[in-house]
């Protein structure tokens, strides 16, 4: 069994994701850990395949716990966080995790990660040596973190929506996706501000006469 310790100051979090580590063939959860002091605790006493660590924490932010378990600990760790800002990205991709999921995903995105992190485990368990060929396979393996929708929306509409708006280099308004898709206005807003949520569209402010500005997405 892959054994896990779960770092997350919110106790209902770290229980939903204990749970999806249990629910993941092949993995144990060993620990559970609210603060960045008993993240680090936990890790030298329970000794750890994997953690999956929050960057929130009470006292020790997640990127200093990180940077603690390389220098003192022989574990891998995932990042699991709603920190999007690009600062915390990189400073994350610098400390050597193995994945950065952002919050709130669903079950599927950690059991793939869970699942590509025994993968790796066993294929570096069968080599004496590494050669080049095996090294690629290693480090170009990773999958791709399943998108995630609201509630409410769907990938087959969000699909036509990113063809309306891919199709449209100067942007695009709500109304004239949805002209351009055949849904609601309020629908195609919905999407649109998704998009631009997740950073694949950006929105400008188009001023005319009188009212509100309108609104122009455009894709990324």
């Known amino acids: 069994m892959i054994r896990v310790l779960v770092v997350d100051d919110d106790f209902m979090v770290a229980k939903v994701h204990s749970g999806y580590v249990s629910r993941t063939e092949g993995f144990a959860v060993v620990g559970v850990a609210h603060t960045g002091a008993d993240a680090l605790r936990l890790a030298r006493e329970l000794k750890p395949d994997l953690v999956l660590l929050d960057v929130y924490l009470p006292d020790l932010d997640g990127l200093s716990v ?36 952002i919050k709130p995903f669903e079950y599927a995105s950690l059991r793939d990660q869970l699942t590509h992190f025994a993968t790796l485990h066993r294929r570096l368990d069968r080599l004496a040596e590494a050669g080049q060929a095996d090294v690629d396979q290693v480090f170009g393996a990773r999958p791709n973190a399943k998108p995630s929708l609201p509630k409410g929306l769907t990938v087959q509409t969000a699909r036509l929506v990113e063809t309306a708006l891919r199709g449209a280099p100067a942007g695009i308004s709500a109304s004239e996706c949805a002209e351009a898709t055949g849904v609601a206005r309020v629908s195609a807003r919905r999407y649109l501000e998704h998009f631009v949520a997740t950073g694949k569209a950006e929105v400008n402010l188009k001023y005319g006469g009188t009212g509100r500005p309108e609104r122009r997405y455009l894709w990324s």
Do not use: F, N, Q
């Open 66 to 101: 990180l940077r603690e378990l390389r220098a003192t600990e022989d574990v891998d760790v995932i990042l699991i966080t709603a920190a999007t800002d690009v600062e915390t990205v990189r400073r994350a991709m610098r400390g050597g995790v193995l994945h950065y999921l």
